[in-house]
C-alpha cells in the first residue's frame, strides 16, 4: 500500500507541475482579457519561455511513472486504470508536441524541435520532429480535406473510409487503430522508423527502451498495461477518434477567401453547448486546444492557452455537432452518410456513362 501511496503522490505532483505552464499563460492572468487576434499574440509574444514548457512535459512524465506504479500494486483495476490513463498521457503528450512542431510551445525554435524530440517523438516511437512538421505544417494545413494532397485525409482513405465504403467498412475505419490491420500497421510503422529519412538507426529503439526501463523500475506489469498496450492499442485509437472530429472530411464546403471562412467550411466544432462532455474531451481524447481545431486550423501560430477566447471571436463553422455517434448530426454519422451519398452518385455517374 506504501507503493501505491508513492504513484497516488507522484500523479499529483504531476499534475501540480502542470499548472505552473497553464497559470503563466492564462488569459484570465492579467489586466486584459484577449478577446482579438491581435491581443492574443501580443499576450503570447510577451509569455513564451523555455522554463514552463520543461515543467509542463516533466509534469506528464512525473505523472506517468505514478500510474506505473498503480498498474504494479493496484491488482487487476490498477492495471486497467493504467492503462487507460496511459493512453491518455500519451495522447497530451502528442498534443504538446503539435504545438512543438508549430513553434510555440517554448520560445525558442530548437528547444521546440529539441523537446518534442526527446519528451515525446524519441520514447514513443515518433517520426522525426521535422518530418512531422513537413507533413503536417506545409502538407495538411493548407490542403485539409484536400483529396490526393492532404497526407490526413490519405490515412482515412486507407483504412477504408473513401467513398464507396460500406457501413460495416465505416465502422471498421472509425476503429481502424484497435482491429488486427490497425494494430498490424502501428506495430509495423515503428518498425519502419529506421528507413525514415533523417530517423536514424536507433529510433525506433525508443519504445523498446522505455518498455524495459519501466519494467526494470517498477514491474513487467507496469510496462504492459501503462506502456505497451496504451502505446500500440489504446493511445492509436484515441488519436484516430481526435482525427474524425477535425475535419468534414467527406463533404467539405469548397470556400475562398481569408483563412477563417476557409476553415469554416472544412472544420467542425464538436460538443459546442454540451459543458460536461466538452470538459471531458479536453481532459482526455481532444487536449490542448484539440476540441477548438477550427480556432487552431484558422489560425496555427496560437497557443492552445488562447484558443477558446479566439474562437469566441471567430464565426463559424455552420457545423456544430452535439455528439460523436447517437443523434442526427452526430460527426461519424455524418461521416458515413457523406461517404454513402459520394457512393450514390458516383454510382449514377457510372449510369450515365454507360447508357
Known amino acids: 500500500m506504501g507503493t501505491l501511496s508513492a504513484g497516488l503522490m507522484a500523479i499529483a505532483a504531476g499534475i501540480a507541475l502542470r499548472q505552473v505552464d497553464r497559470w503563466w499563460f492564462s488569459p484570465a492572468r492579467g489586466r486584459h482579457t484577449p478577446d482579438s487576434l491581435r491581443a492574443v499574440m501580443r499576450i503570447q509574444r510577451e509569455r513564451l519561455n523555455d522554463v514552463t514548457p520543461v515543467l509542463l512535459l516533466l509534469g506528464h512524465w512525473v505523472e506517468f511513472a505514478g500510474w506505473c506504479a498503480v498498474a504494479v500494486h493496484g491488482g487487476p483495476w490498477g492495471c486497467t486504470v493504467a492503462a487507460l490513463a496511459g493512453a491518455v498521457k500519451f495522447r497530451h503528450l502528442q498534443e504538446v508536441s503539435h504545438f512543438a512542431v508549430h513553434g510555440v510551445l517554448a520560445r525558442g525554435g530548437r528547444l521546440n524541435t529539441l523537446l518534442a524530440e526527446v519528451a515525446v517523438h524519441l520514447p514513443l516511437g515518433f517520426v522525426p520532429v521535422p518530418v512531422r512538421r513537413r507533413r503536417h505544417v506545409r502538407e ?5 480535406t484536400v483529396a490526393g494532397t492532404d497526407p490526413n485525409l490519405a490515412e482515412l482513405h486507407a483504412a477504408g473510409l473513401r467513398p464507396g465504403a460500406t457501413t460495416a467498412r465505416c465502422l471498421l475505419g472509425m476503429l481502424h487503430p484497435l482491429t488486427p490491420t490497425g494494430a498490424y500497421g502501428t506495430v509495423r510503422g515503428l518498425a519502419a522508423l529506421a528507413r525514415v529519412p533523417g530517423a536514424g ?8 527502451v522505455v518498455t524495459t526501463a519501466v519494467a526494470a523500475l517498477f514491474g513487467w506489469e507496469a510496462a504492459v498495461f501503462a506502456f505497451l498496450l496504451p502505446r500500440l492499442l489504446l493511445y492509436p485509437q484515441l488519436a484516430w477518434m481526435s482525427l ?7 463533404d467539405p464546403e469548397r470556400v475562398t477567401g481569408p483563412p477563417v471562412a476557409v476553415e469554416a467550411g472544412r472544420c467542425l466544432r464538436l460538443y459546442p453547448r454540451n ?12 487536449p490542448y486546444g484539440d476540441l477548438y481545431h477550427f480556432a487552431h486550423s484558422a489560425h496555427p501560430a496560437v497557443r492552445w492557452n488562447y484558443l477558446p477566447a479566439l474562437e469566441r471571436s471567430l464565426h463559424g463553422p455552420a457545423y456544430r455537432p452535439h455528439a460523436l455517434l447517437l443523434g442526427d448530426s452526430a460527426v461519424l454519422r455524418r461521416h458515413r452518410r457523406a461517404l454513402a451519398t459520394a457512393r450514390s452518385a458516383g454510382t449514377g455517374r457510372r449510369t450515365r456513362q454507360d447508357a
Do not use: C, K, S, Y
Not at 495538411?140 to 485539409?144: D, I, L, Q, S
Not at 538507426?201 to 523498446?208: E, L, S
Not at 459543458?275 to 481532444?286: D, F, K, M, N, V
Open 140 to 144: 495538411h494545413h493548407p490542403n485539409a
Open 275 to 286: 459543458t460536461l462532455l466538452a470538459l471531458l474531451a479536453r481532459g482526455t481524447w481532444l
Open 201 to 208: 538507426r536507433m529510433r525506433a529503439a525508443g519504445p523498446v
Open 244 to 250: 474524425l472530429v477535425e475535419h468534414r472530411w467527406f
